[in-house]
Each structure stands twice: as structure tokens, then as C-alpha cells.
């Protein structure tokens, strides 16, 4: 990544009296200032696992997020899903709650102990409540809109 230095000194400005752009380096250096939108460039993307059963689900969501910029795993049953917990560190799970081999709720406790967030998804609407007293940091109800996925992700703090 290269990022750009600006090298700030008293009355050091362009003609239109802002601070001079310094050269560019392949390093930040203490005290340089980087845009928001530099970090976000230069920040590693938001690790994804989605665990759901439904192969069209994973895909669809999974391209949705991608397209976003996040990096995404996918996991069938909740065996898979452990599996992959235990290699690899991920910000969020989303975590649907009736797999083929057990619920998924049986992963939050684990999901927390990483210091991943957990959103959970099902077609059953009434599950919201046995969710939160789960600990899941959010709920979506399936068949989900794309605004609800992105929404839910800004308020988690993992998009902006």
C-alpha cells in the first residue's frame, strides 16, 4: 500500500493556503494524518462466516457481502461451522438457527468467546426472543431484504 505523507510546517502551505502534500512512502509515519476513507481502504476487510444449510442462501448472501468488500466463508452444518471457528478468526457470523445437525444457538457461546459478533437468521419470526436471550447481537428474519443484511452490519459497527 503506499500512503501518502503530508509533511506539515508552520506557514508551509500551496497557493490556495492548504499544507503541502509531502512524498510518498510505503509506511504511515507518527503524527501523519490519513483520511477516513484511506483507512477504510487500507484496513483488512470484515471476516464473514455464514452458516446456513440452504446452499442458495449462503451464495446470494455471500455475494451481496463481497460486493461490499468483506471476505466470506460459508458452512452448512454446525459441525463445518465449529471446524472452521476453531482455524480461523472471523468479525461476524451469521448463523442460521435450524441446521440439519442442531441448532445454532449451540455456537454462540464460542462465537463470543472469538470476539465475533453473531447475527442470527430464521424463518421462523417467533425465534427473534429465544435469539437475544442467546446473546446474538442481532436478528434477521428470513426471506431478508438486502437493505435489512447491510443495515444490521452498519449498526454493528463492521460497514460503514
Known sequence: MLYMTRT???????????????????A???????????????APPVRVLVVDDE????FLL????????????????????????GAGAFDVVFLDIYLPDGRGYTLAE?????GAKI???????NEREHAMRHGVD???AKPFEQRAILTGLHELGLIP
Open 55 to 58: 446452499p442458495d442462501i449462503c
Open 110 to 114: 464460542s462465537i463470543h468467546r472469538s
Open 138 to 140: 442481532l436478528f434477521i
Open 62 to 85: 455471500s455475494s451481496l457481502l463481497q460486493r461490499q468488500g468483506l471476505m466470506c466463508t460459508s458452512a452448512h452444518t454446525l459441525a463445518s461451522a465449529r471446524e472452521l471457528l
Open 8 to 26: 506539515m510546517m508552520p506557514n508551509d502551505a500551496d497557493i490556495d493556503g492548504l499544507p503541502s502534500i509531502g512524498k510518498a512512502s510505503t
Open 28 to 42: 504511515p509515519r507518527s503524527g501523519t494524518l490519513i483520511s477516513s476513507t484511506e483507512k477504510k481502504m487500507n
Open 119 to 125: 447475527i442470527a437468521m430464521s424463518a421462523v419470526d
